[in-house]
Protein backbone atom coordinates (compact mmCIF):
# COMPACT_ATOMS: atom_id res chain seq x y z
CA UNK A 1 0.00 0.00 0.00
CA UNK A 2 1.39 3.36 -0.88
CA UNK A 3 2.55 5.67 2.08
CA UNK A 4 0.87 9.23 2.23
CA UNK A 5 3.45 12.14 2.18
CA UNK A 6 1.85 13.27 5.87
CA UNK A 7 2.74 9.59 7.28
CA UNK A 8 6.12 10.47 5.93
CA UNK A 9 6.62 13.69 7.07
CA UNK A 10 5.67 12.35 10.65
CA UNK A 11 7.77 9.47 10.23
CA UNK A 12 10.70 11.89 9.58
CA UNK A 13 9.52 14.24 13.00
CA UNK A 14 9.20 10.87 14.95
CA UNK A 15 12.98 9.70 13.83
CA UNK A 16 13.91 13.58 15.58
CA UNK A 17 12.11 12.39 18.56
CA UNK A 18 9.35 14.59 18.78
CA UNK A 19 6.83 12.87 21.49
CA UNK A 20 3.65 15.00 20.72
CA UNK A 21 2.18 18.28 18.28
CA UNK A 22 0.32 21.22 19.93
CA UNK A 23 -2.66 22.50 17.84
CA UNK A 24 -6.01 22.64 16.86
CA UNK A 25 -7.14 19.80 13.39
CA UNK A 26 -8.98 21.18 10.80
CA UNK A 27 -9.74 20.99 7.21
CA UNK A 28 -5.85 21.39 5.31
CA UNK A 29 -4.06 19.68 8.41
CA UNK A 30 -6.39 17.03 8.13
CA UNK A 31 -3.86 14.64 6.60
CA UNK A 32 -1.19 15.42 9.01
CA UNK A 33 -3.44 15.27 11.83
CA UNK A 34 -4.49 11.53 10.42
CA UNK A 35 -1.12 10.61 10.24
CA UNK A 36 -0.27 11.33 13.53
CA UNK A 37 -3.17 9.48 14.42
CA UNK A 38 -2.21 6.44 12.91
CA UNK A 39 0.99 6.48 14.67
CA UNK A 40 -0.73 5.40 18.25
CA UNK A 41 0.00 8.26 20.62
CA UNK A 42 3.43 8.09 23.08
CA UNK A 43 1.64 4.96 24.22
CA UNK A 44 2.97 2.85 21.80
CA UNK A 45 6.06 4.64 20.65
CA UNK A 46 3.95 7.11 18.57
CA UNK A 47 3.49 10.89 18.64
CA UNK A 48 0.40 12.84 20.88
CA UNK A 49 -1.94 15.47 19.51
CA UNK A 50 -2.37 17.81 21.91
CA UNK A 51 -6.03 19.86 21.65
CA UNK A 52 -5.33 23.35 22.77
CA UNK A 53 -8.05 26.00 22.73
CA UNK A 54 -6.22 28.54 20.69
CA UNK A 55 -3.08 28.16 18.20
CA UNK A 56 -1.35 30.95 19.92
CA UNK A 57 -1.31 28.84 23.23
CA UNK A 58 -0.23 25.76 20.65
CA UNK A 59 3.05 28.05 19.60
CA UNK A 60 3.60 28.92 23.53
CA UNK A 61 3.26 25.35 24.50
CA UNK A 62 6.11 24.11 22.37
CA UNK A 63 8.47 27.11 22.99
CA UNK A 64 8.47 25.81 26.78
CA UNK A 65 9.09 22.31 25.86
CA UNK A 66 11.64 23.13 23.49
CA UNK A 67 13.30 25.52 26.22
CA UNK A 68 13.37 23.05 28.92
CA UNK A 69 14.32 19.92 27.33
CA UNK A 70 16.87 21.46 24.36
CA UNK A 71 15.11 19.19 22.00
CA UNK A 72 12.73 19.72 18.64
CA UNK A 73 8.94 20.70 20.10
CA UNK A 74 6.08 20.85 17.20
CA UNK A 75 3.20 22.98 16.91
CA UNK A 76 0.61 23.32 13.65
CA UNK A 77 -1.99 25.45 12.49
CA UNK A 78 -4.45 24.53 9.97
CA UNK A 79 -4.63 27.17 6.85
CA UNK A 80 -5.02 31.21 6.96
CA UNK A 81 -6.53 32.20 10.64
CA UNK A 82 -5.45 28.73 12.18
CA UNK A 83 -1.71 29.15 11.64
CA UNK A 84 -1.99 33.08 11.58
CA UNK A 85 -2.52 32.46 15.70
CA UNK A 86 0.60 30.46 15.88
CA UNK A 87 2.60 33.79 15.18
CA UNK A 88 2.80 35.31 18.72
CA UNK A 89 3.94 32.30 20.50
CA UNK A 90 6.48 31.35 17.49
CA UNK A 91 8.14 35.31 17.72
CA UNK A 92 8.46 34.33 21.53
CA UNK A 93 10.05 31.21 20.42
CA UNK A 94 12.35 32.46 17.71
CA UNK A 95 13.48 35.27 20.35
CA UNK A 96 14.08 32.86 23.27
CA UNK A 97 16.52 30.78 20.94
CA UNK A 98 13.87 27.66 21.62
CA UNK A 99 13.85 24.78 18.95
CA UNK A 100 10.62 24.62 17.79
CA UNK A 101 8.99 23.39 14.30
CA UNK A 102 5.78 25.03 13.10
CA UNK A 103 3.68 22.78 10.26
CA UNK A 104 1.29 25.65 8.88
CA UNK A 105 -0.81 24.05 6.59
CA UNK A 106 -1.70 26.05 3.64
CA UNK A 107 -4.77 26.28 1.03
CA UNK A 108 -4.96 24.25 -1.93
CA UNK A 109 -1.86 24.29 -4.23
CA UNK A 110 -3.69 25.39 -7.44
CA UNK A 111 -5.56 28.26 -5.74
CA UNK A 112 -2.77 29.99 -4.38
CA UNK A 113 -2.38 33.88 -5.61
CA UNK A 114 -5.86 33.60 -6.27
CA UNK A 115 -7.53 34.98 -3.65
CA UNK A 116 -8.73 31.88 -2.20
CA UNK A 117 -10.75 31.43 0.83
CA UNK A 118 -8.68 31.95 3.71
CA UNK A 119 -5.65 32.63 1.48
CA UNK A 120 -2.66 34.01 3.31
CA UNK A 121 1.38 33.13 2.63
CA UNK A 122 2.63 31.93 5.60
CA UNK A 123 5.87 31.42 3.89
CA UNK A 124 6.23 35.00 4.00
CA UNK A 125 4.37 35.87 7.14
CA UNK A 126 6.81 33.76 8.97
CA UNK A 127 10.24 35.31 7.83
CA UNK A 128 10.85 37.40 10.81
CA UNK A 129 9.78 34.92 13.21
CA UNK A 130 12.22 31.89 12.11
CA UNK A 131 15.48 30.92 11.17
CA UNK A 132 14.00 28.91 8.21
CA UNK A 133 10.17 29.16 6.51
CA UNK A 134 9.59 27.24 3.14
CA UNK A 135 6.98 26.39 0.84
CA UNK A 136 6.61 22.86 0.06
CA UNK A 137 5.14 22.53 -3.76
CA UNK A 138 5.66 18.96 -4.66
CA UNK A 139 5.97 15.66 -3.02
CA UNK A 140 9.52 14.86 -4.26
CA UNK A 141 10.27 17.97 -2.06
CA UNK A 142 8.47 17.75 0.94
CA UNK A 143 11.28 15.45 2.78
CA UNK A 144 14.08 17.35 2.39
CA UNK A 145 12.01 20.78 3.12
CA UNK A 146 11.18 18.80 6.76
CA UNK A 147 14.97 17.35 7.25
CA UNK A 148 16.29 21.15 6.46
CA UNK A 149 13.33 22.60 8.94
CA UNK A 150 14.51 20.07 11.81
CA UNK A 151 17.99 20.28 11.33
CA UNK A 152 17.87 24.77 11.24
CA UNK A 153 15.83 24.78 14.38
CA UNK A 154 17.93 22.45 16.03
CA UNK A 155 21.12 23.99 14.68
CA UNK A 156 20.87 27.44 15.05
CA UNK A 157 18.37 27.64 17.92
CA UNK A 158 15.38 28.75 16.92
CA UNK A 159 11.53 28.37 14.87
CA UNK A 160 11.28 26.94 11.41
CA UNK A 161 8.13 26.72 9.53
CA UNK A 162 6.98 24.54 7.06
CA UNK A 163 3.99 25.73 4.81
CA UNK A 164 2.35 22.49 3.53
CA UNK A 165 -0.62 22.88 1.61
CA UNK A 166 -3.29 20.30 2.57
CA UNK A 167 -3.37 18.18 -0.99
CA UNK A 168 -0.09 18.23 -1.25
CA UNK A 169 0.18 16.57 2.04
CA UNK A 170 -2.60 13.95 0.74
CA UNK A 171 -0.01 12.94 -2.06
CA UNK A 172 1.63 9.50 -2.63
CA UNK A 173 5.01 9.66 -0.87
CA UNK A 174 7.31 9.48 -3.73
CA UNK A 175 10.88 10.92 -2.54
CA UNK A 176 13.25 8.99 -0.47
CA UNK A 177 13.30 9.94 3.33
CA UNK A 178 16.91 11.74 4.57
CA UNK A 179 18.47 10.02 7.59
CA UNK A 180 18.18 11.75 10.74
CA UNK A 181 21.09 13.52 11.40
CA UNK A 182 21.62 13.42 15.06
CA UNK A 183 24.28 15.84 16.20
CA UNK A 184 25.87 17.08 19.47
CA UNK A 185 25.98 20.98 19.53
CA UNK A 186 29.43 22.04 19.44
CA UNK A 187 31.51 24.00 22.01
CA UNK A 188 32.97 27.56 20.81
CA UNK A 189 36.28 27.95 21.70
CA UNK A 190 37.70 31.48 21.53
CA UNK A 191 40.72 33.09 20.06
CA UNK A 192 43.50 32.96 22.74
CA UNK A 193 44.50 36.56 22.54
CA UNK A 194 41.02 37.64 22.76
CA UNK A 195 41.23 35.66 26.37
CA UNK A 196 44.29 37.28 27.21
CA UNK A 197 43.07 40.81 26.59
CA UNK A 198 40.35 40.30 28.99
CA UNK A 199 42.89 38.43 31.36
CA UNK A 200 44.81 41.35 31.04
CA UNK A 201 42.06 43.57 31.85
CA UNK A 202 40.68 42.41 34.87
CA UNK A 203 44.19 42.49 36.46
CA UNK A 204 44.39 45.76 35.63
CA UNK A 205 41.35 47.06 37.19
CA UNK A 206 40.95 48.10 40.83
CA UNK A 207 37.08 47.17 40.58
CA UNK A 208 35.76 44.51 38.25
CA UNK A 209 31.73 43.46 38.44
CA UNK A 210 30.58 40.82 36.51
CA UNK A 211 26.73 41.11 34.50
CA UNK A 212 26.14 37.66 33.30
CA UNK A 213 23.19 36.39 31.46
CA UNK A 214 21.62 32.94 30.19
CA UNK A 215 24.84 31.84 27.92
CA UNK A 216 26.43 31.16 31.45
CA UNK A 217 24.07 28.14 31.73
CA UNK A 218 26.82 25.02 32.88
CA UNK A 219 29.42 27.17 33.61
CA UNK A 220 28.32 28.07 37.41
CA UNK A 221 31.26 26.36 39.44
CA UNK A 222 33.70 28.40 36.38
CA UNK A 223 31.93 31.91 37.17
CA UNK A 224 32.69 31.39 41.09
CA UNK A 225 35.71 31.07 40.64
CA UNK A 226 36.06 34.23 38.60
CA UNK A 227 34.12 35.85 40.88
CA UNK A 228 36.20 35.04 43.66
CA UNK A 229 39.92 35.54 41.99
CA UNK A 230 38.58 39.10 40.67
CA UNK A 231 36.66 40.57 44.02
CA UNK A 232 34.09 41.20 41.49
CA UNK A 233 30.01 41.24 42.44
CA UNK A 234 27.81 39.45 40.27
CA UNK A 235 24.76 40.51 38.93
CA UNK A 236 22.37 39.10 36.22
CA UNK A 237 19.69 39.18 34.12
CA UNK A 238 16.33 37.96 34.31
CA UNK A 239 16.62 35.12 31.69
CA UNK A 240 20.09 34.32 33.30
CA UNK A 241 18.58 33.98 37.54
CA UNK A 242 18.21 30.21 37.07
CA UNK A 243 22.26 29.66 36.58
CA UNK A 244 23.09 32.52 38.24
CA UNK A 245 21.77 33.43 41.73
CA UNK A 246 22.14 30.43 43.59
CA UNK A 247 25.13 29.42 45.43
CA UNK A 248 26.36 32.50 44.70
CA UNK A 249 28.39 34.52 47.92
CA UNK A 250 28.94 37.45 45.19
CA UNK A 251 25.41 38.07 44.26
CA UNK A 252 24.16 41.61 44.07
CA UNK A 253 20.46 40.93 42.48
CA UNK A 254 19.29 42.19 39.14
CA UNK A 255 19.48 45.39 37.28
CA UNK A 256 16.55 46.47 34.68
CA UNK A 257 13.27 47.77 35.08
CA UNK A 258 12.48 44.40 37.04
CA UNK A 259 15.42 44.64 38.92
CA UNK A 260 16.21 44.31 42.83
CA UNK A 261 19.24 44.32 45.22
CA UNK A 262 22.80 46.47 44.58
CA UNK A 263 22.83 45.44 40.94
CA UNK A 264 22.59 48.48 39.53
CA UNK A 265 24.95 50.82 41.46
CA UNK A 266 27.30 47.62 41.51
CA UNK A 267 28.00 47.84 37.80
CA UNK A 268 28.16 51.30 37.56
CA UNK A 269 30.67 51.95 40.15
CA UNK A 270 33.03 49.40 38.61
CA UNK A 271 36.34 49.86 36.36
CA UNK A 272 35.31 47.25 34.35
CA UNK A 273 32.30 46.01 33.34
CA UNK A 274 32.12 42.04 31.96
CA UNK A 275 28.90 41.47 30.65
CA UNK A 276 28.96 37.16 30.00
CA UNK A 277 26.29 35.81 27.86
CA UNK A 278 24.15 38.33 28.12
CA UNK A 279 21.98 40.19 25.40
CA UNK A 280 20.73 42.57 28.54
CA UNK A 281 18.59 44.76 25.83
CA UNK A 282 18.25 48.14 28.12
CA UNK A 283 21.40 50.20 27.74
CA UNK A 284 20.35 53.18 30.26
CA UNK A 285 20.74 50.64 32.96
CA UNK A 286 24.54 49.27 31.34
CA UNK A 287 27.12 52.44 32.66
CA UNK A 288 29.32 54.17 30.38
CA UNK A 289 32.66 52.23 32.07
CA UNK A 290 35.20 50.18 30.48
CA UNK A 291 33.39 47.15 29.10
CA UNK A 292 34.05 43.32 27.90
CA UNK A 293 31.66 41.26 26.82
CA UNK A 294 31.56 37.21 26.31
CA UNK A 295 29.40 35.58 23.30
CA UNK A 296 28.69 33.55 20.86
CA UNK A 297 27.15 34.89 18.59
CA UNK A 298 29.00 38.07 17.62
CA UNK A 299 26.21 40.07 16.06
CA UNK A 300 25.60 40.98 19.90
CA UNK A 301 29.14 42.00 21.00
CA UNK A 302 28.80 46.07 21.03
CA UNK A 303 25.44 46.01 20.38
CA UNK A 304 23.67 47.38 23.50
CA UNK A 305 26.95 49.34 25.21
CA UNK A 306 30.57 50.23 23.40
CA UNK A 307 32.47 47.17 24.09
CA UNK A 308 36.38 47.51 24.84
CA UNK A 309 37.42 44.04 24.68
CA UNK A 310 35.17 41.31 22.35
CA UNK A 311 35.19 38.03 22.80
CA UNK A 312 34.01 35.70 20.56
CA UNK A 313 33.03 32.35 22.25
CA UNK A 314 31.03 29.67 24.52
CA UNK A 315 30.81 31.35 28.14
CA UNK A 316 32.40 28.05 29.62
CA UNK A 317 35.56 27.32 28.02
CA UNK A 318 36.27 31.49 27.93
CA UNK A 319 36.35 31.11 31.44
CA UNK A 320 38.17 27.63 31.62
CA UNK A 321 40.62 29.48 28.97
CA UNK A 322 40.85 32.20 31.37
CA UNK A 323 40.78 31.79 34.76
CA UNK A 324 44.16 30.40 34.70
CA UNK A 325 45.53 34.20 33.72
CA UNK A 326 43.84 35.83 35.72
CA UNK A 327 45.69 37.06 39.71
CA UNK A 328 43.77 36.74 42.37
CA UNK A 329 43.32 40.52 43.50
CA UNK A 330 44.35 41.33 47.15
CA UNK A 331 41.31 43.44 48.01
CA UNK A 332 37.97 42.89 48.59
CA UNK A 333 36.74 46.55 49.56
CA UNK A 334 34.29 46.96 46.51
CA UNK A 335 33.16 43.62 46.80
CA UNK A 336 32.28 43.75 50.47
CA UNK A 337 30.63 47.02 50.05
CA UNK A 338 28.39 45.93 47.04
CA UNK A 339 27.18 42.71 49.18
CA UNK A 340 27.05 44.85 52.22
CA UNK A 341 24.24 47.22 50.36
CA UNK A 342 23.13 44.61 48.81
CA UNK A 343 21.82 42.67 52.17
CA UNK A 344 20.39 46.09 53.36
CA UNK A 345 18.24 46.52 50.60
CA UNK A 346 17.07 42.64 50.65
CA UNK A 347 16.22 43.04 53.88
CA UNK A 348 14.78 47.07 54.44
CA UNK A 349 13.50 47.29 51.09
CA UNK A 350 12.79 44.41 49.15
CA UNK A 351 12.27 42.41 52.05
CA UNK A 352 11.08 44.03 54.49
CA UNK A 353 7.59 44.64 52.80
CA UNK A 354 7.25 40.61 52.79
CA UNK A 355 6.53 41.05 56.76
CA UNK A 356 4.11 42.02 59.28
CA UNK A 357 1.67 41.97 56.49
CA UNK A 358 -0.21 38.59 57.12
CA UNK A 359 -3.26 40.59 58.21
CA UNK A 360 -2.99 42.89 55.83
CA UNK A 361 -5.99 43.12 53.09
CA UNK A 362 -5.75 43.55 50.26
CA UNK A 363 -2.81 40.74 49.93
CA UNK A 364 0.32 41.99 49.58
CA UNK A 365 1.31 40.49 46.12
CA UNK A 366 5.44 40.53 47.54
CA UNK A 367 4.01 38.80 50.70
CA UNK A 368 2.28 36.24 48.46
CA UNK A 369 5.38 35.79 46.19
CA UNK A 370 7.46 35.31 48.68
CA UNK A 371 5.65 32.49 50.47
CA UNK A 372 4.89 30.73 46.98
CA UNK A 373 8.65 30.35 46.85
CA UNK A 374 8.48 28.81 50.44
CA UNK A 375 5.90 26.37 49.46
CA UNK A 376 6.84 25.22 46.13
CA UNK A 377 8.79 22.04 45.73
CA UNK A 378 12.65 22.05 45.29
CA UNK A 379 13.00 20.92 41.61
CA UNK A 380 9.45 23.58 40.45
CA UNK A 381 8.99 24.50 37.22
CA UNK A 382 7.56 27.96 37.55
CA UNK A 383 5.75 30.06 34.47
CA UNK A 384 5.19 34.04 35.13
CA UNK A 385 3.17 36.20 32.77
CA UNK A 386 4.72 39.61 31.66
CA UNK A 387 4.40 42.21 33.75
CA UNK A 388 3.89 42.54 37.32
CA UNK A 389 3.92 38.69 37.91
CA UNK A 390 7.52 38.77 36.04
CA UNK A 391 8.50 41.38 39.15
CA UNK A 392 7.20 39.07 41.85
CA UNK A 393 8.94 35.92 40.19
CA UNK A 394 11.95 37.87 39.71
CA UNK A 395 12.42 39.02 42.90
CA UNK A 396 11.41 36.44 45.12
CA UNK A 397 11.72 33.13 43.36
CA UNK A 398 14.59 31.66 44.44
CA UNK A 399 16.43 29.17 41.47
CA UNK A 400 18.04 26.72 43.79
CA UNK A 401 19.94 25.22 40.93
CA UNK A 402 17.35 23.14 40.56
CA UNK A 403 14.41 25.39 39.68
CA UNK A 404 13.46 26.71 36.46
CA UNK A 405 11.59 29.92 35.95
CA UNK A 406 10.40 30.84 32.22
CA UNK A 407 8.20 33.97 30.71
CA UNK A 408 8.19 35.49 27.69
CA UNK A 409 11.33 37.31 28.57
CA UNK A 410 12.11 39.02 25.36
CA UNK A 411 9.32 39.02 23.47
CA UNK A 412 6.93 40.45 26.46
CA UNK A 413 3.66 38.99 25.45
CA UNK A 414 0.82 38.78 27.71
CA UNK A 415 -1.06 35.46 28.40
CA UNK A 416 2.06 33.77 28.28
CA UNK A 417 1.98 31.43 31.57
CA UNK A 418 -0.82 29.38 31.57
CA UNK A 419 0.33 27.80 27.53
CA UNK A 420 3.95 27.92 28.87
CA UNK A 421 2.58 25.79 31.66
CA UNK A 422 1.15 23.27 29.33
CA UNK A 423 3.91 22.47 27.28
CA UNK A 424 6.12 22.29 30.75
CA UNK A 425 3.86 19.76 32.55
CA UNK A 426 3.23 17.75 29.41
CA UNK A 427 7.20 17.38 28.70
CA UNK A 428 7.66 16.65 32.90
CA UNK A 429 4.47 15.08 33.56
CA UNK A 430 6.65 14.37 37.36
CA UNK A 431 7.44 17.45 38.45
CA UNK A 432 5.26 20.27 39.88
CA UNK A 433 4.60 23.01 37.42
CA UNK A 434 3.17 26.72 38.77
CA UNK A 435 1.43 29.21 36.67
CA UNK A 436 2.04 32.53 38.34
CA UNK A 437 -0.93 34.86 36.36
CA UNK A 438 -1.77 38.01 36.49
CA UNK A 439 -5.86 38.40 35.98
CA UNK A 440 -5.21 40.40 32.92
CA UNK A 441 -2.93 37.77 30.92
CA UNK A 442 -4.80 34.68 32.28
CA UNK A 443 -8.36 36.62 31.09
CA UNK A 444 -6.68 36.50 27.44
CA UNK A 445 -6.15 33.17 26.98
CA UNK A 446 -8.93 31.73 29.12
CA UNK A 447 -9.72 29.39 27.53
CA UNK A 448 -6.75 27.18 27.88
CA UNK A 449 -8.04 26.02 31.39
CA UNK A 450 -10.22 23.55 29.40
CA UNK A 451 -7.06 22.34 27.80
CA UNK A 452 -6.11 21.57 31.56
CA UNK A 453 -9.33 19.64 32.36
CA UNK A 454 -9.23 17.66 29.33
CA UNK A 455 -5.79 16.28 30.07
CA UNK A 456 -5.90 16.39 33.79
CA UNK A 457 -2.59 18.29 34.23
CA UNK A 458 -2.05 18.77 37.25
CA UNK A 459 -0.99 22.70 36.21
CA UNK A 460 -1.13 24.70 39.50
CA UNK A 461 -2.27 28.03 38.19
CA UNK A 462 -2.02 31.12 41.02
CA UNK A 463 -3.65 34.03 39.92
CA UNK A 464 -2.43 37.70 41.30
CA UNK A 465 -5.66 38.99 40.46
CA UNK A 466 -5.09 42.93 41.25
CA UNK A 467 -8.12 43.92 38.76
CA UNK A 468 -5.58 46.39 36.80
CA UNK A 469 -2.74 45.91 34.22
CA UNK A 470 -0.40 46.60 36.75
CA UNK A 471 2.82 47.41 34.56
CA UNK A 472 0.67 49.40 32.39
CA UNK A 473 -0.09 51.46 34.71
CA UNK A 474 3.19 52.17 36.52
CA UNK A 475 4.63 53.39 32.93
CA UNK A 476 1.72 55.95 32.46
CA UNK A 477 2.70 57.30 36.51
CA UNK A 478 6.52 57.40 35.41
CA UNK A 479 5.44 59.23 31.84
CA UNK A 480 3.42 61.63 34.06
CA UNK A 481 0.23 60.47 32.58
CA UNK A 482 -2.80 59.67 35.31
CA UNK A 483 -3.58 55.82 34.51
CA UNK A 484 -6.45 55.64 31.99
CA UNK A 485 -8.31 52.00 30.59
CA UNK A 486 -5.90 49.55 33.07
CA UNK A 487 -9.21 48.38 34.62
CA UNK A 488 -9.60 44.88 34.39
CA UNK A 489 -13.61 43.82 34.98
CA UNK A 490 -13.83 41.79 38.44
CA UNK A 491 -13.97 37.93 37.78
CA UNK A 492 -14.10 34.95 39.99
CA UNK A 493 -11.23 32.90 38.53
CA UNK A 494 -11.45 30.58 41.22
CA UNK A 495 -15.11 29.98 40.28
CA UNK A 496 -14.59 29.72 36.89
CA UNK A 497 -11.64 27.16 37.44
CA UNK A 498 -14.31 24.91 39.96
CA UNK A 499 -16.76 24.68 37.42
CA UNK A 500 -14.75 23.06 34.80
CA UNK A 501 -13.60 20.75 37.46
CA UNK A 502 -10.88 22.23 39.33
CA UNK A 503 -9.72 22.32 43.08
CA UNK A 504 -10.04 25.87 43.45
CA UNK A 505 -9.96 28.64 45.99
CA UNK A 506 -10.62 32.41 46.01
CA UNK A 507 -7.82 33.99 48.95
CA UNK A 508 -8.85 37.30 50.50
CA UNK A 509 -7.32 36.71 53.64
CA UNK A 510 -3.27 36.80 53.64
CA UNK A 511 -3.15 34.17 56.51
CA UNK A 512 -4.80 31.72 54.54
CA UNK A 513 -2.46 31.80 51.56
CA UNK A 514 0.19 29.47 52.63
CA UNK A 515 -2.27 26.62 53.58
CA UNK A 516 -4.26 27.16 49.98
CA UNK A 517 -0.94 26.39 48.51
CA UNK A 518 -0.10 23.42 50.05
CA UNK A 519 -3.80 22.26 49.46
CA UNK A 520 -3.29 23.05 45.87
CA UNK A 521 0.18 21.78 45.36
CA UNK A 522 -1.29 18.28 47.05
CA UNK A 523 -4.06 17.45 44.65
CA UNK A 524 -3.46 15.31 41.64
CA UNK A 525 -5.23 17.18 39.03
CA UNK A 526 -5.47 21.14 37.85
CA UNK A 527 -5.69 23.38 40.79
CA UNK A 528 -6.44 27.38 40.79
CA UNK A 529 -5.44 29.15 43.51
CA UNK A 530 -6.38 33.12 43.28
CA UNK A 531 -5.29 35.34 45.04
CA UNK A 532 -7.04 39.23 45.62
CA UNK A 533 -4.28 41.65 45.60
CA UNK A 534 -3.53 45.42 46.54
CA UNK A 535 -3.97 47.00 42.93
CA UNK A 536 -1.59 49.92 44.36
CA UNK A 537 0.90 47.78 44.49
CA UNK A 538 3.50 48.68 41.58
CA UNK A 539 7.10 47.82 41.14
CA UNK A 540 9.51 50.45 41.42
CA UNK A 541 12.96 49.74 39.66
CA UNK A 542 16.10 49.87 41.91
CA UNK A 543 17.24 52.83 40.38
CA UNK A 544 15.05 56.04 39.69
CA UNK A 545 15.89 58.63 37.50
CA UNK A 546 15.21 62.30 38.46
CA UNK A 547 12.27 62.47 35.12
CA UNK A 548 10.60 59.27 36.73
CA UNK A 549 10.57 61.13 40.01
CA UNK A 550 8.96 64.02 38.56
CA UNK A 551 6.83 61.96 36.23
CA UNK A 552 5.34 59.78 38.99
CA UNK A 553 4.64 62.95 41.12
CA UNK A 554 3.04 64.87 37.97
CA UNK A 555 0.83 62.02 37.60
CA UNK A 556 -0.24 62.02 41.14
CA UNK A 557 -1.30 65.71 40.85
CA UNK A 558 -3.58 64.70 37.77
CA UNK A 559 -5.20 61.69 40.23
CA UNK A 560 -5.82 64.16 42.60
CA UNK A 561 -7.56 66.58 40.47
CA UNK A 562 -9.37 63.85 38.60
CA UNK A 563 -10.13 61.21 41.39
CA UNK A 564 -9.97 62.78 44.52
CA UNK A 565 -6.56 62.77 46.85
CA UNK A 566 -7.71 59.85 48.61
CA UNK A 567 -6.69 57.59 45.94
CA UNK A 568 -3.51 58.97 45.67
CA UNK A 569 -2.93 58.98 49.70
CA UNK A 570 -3.59 55.26 48.92
CA UNK A 571 -1.22 54.29 46.43
CA UNK A 572 1.68 55.99 48.36
CA UNK A 573 1.13 54.14 51.27
CA UNK A 574 0.85 50.97 49.39
CA UNK A 575 4.25 51.86 47.24
CA UNK A 576 6.37 53.85 50.08
CA UNK A 577 7.72 50.64 51.06
CA UNK A 578 8.73 50.02 47.84
CA UNK A 579 10.96 52.78 47.47
CA UNK A 580 14.98 52.01 47.01
CA UNK A 581 16.91 52.92 50.33
CA UNK A 582 20.88 53.94 50.28
Not at 329 to 357: C, E, I, P, W
Not at 427 to 441: F, I, K
Request: charged share 20%; proline share 6%.
Amino acid sequence: MAKELATQLIEQLQAAGVQRIYGIVGDSLNPIVDAVRQTGGSAKGGIDWIHVRHEEAAAFAAAAEAQLTGTLAVCAGSCGPGNLHLINGLYDANRSGAPVLAIASHIPSKQIGSSFFQETHPDRLFNECSVYSELVSTAEQAPRVMHSAIQHALGLGGVAVVTLPGDIAGLEAVGPTPLPATFRPASLVPDPASVQALADAINDAGKVAIFAGAGVEGAHSELMALAELAKAPVGHSLRGKDFVQYDNPFDIGMTGLLGYGAAAEGIEDADLLILLGTDFPYDQFLPDTRTAQVDRAAQRLGRRTDVDIAVHGDVLPTLRALLPLVKAKKSSRFLDQMLKKHDRLMNKAVGAYTRKVEKKQPIHPEYAASLLDQVAAEDAIFTADTGMCNVWTARYINPLGTRRLIGSFLHGSMANALPHAIGAQVAYPGRQVVSVSGDGGLSMLLGELMTLAAYKLPVNVVVFNNSTLGMVKLEMLVDGLPDFGVDVPDANYAAVAKALGFHSVRVTDPAQIEEAYRQAFAHPGPSLVELITDPKALSIPPKISGSQVIGFATAMSKVVLNRGAGEAVSMARSNLRNIPRR
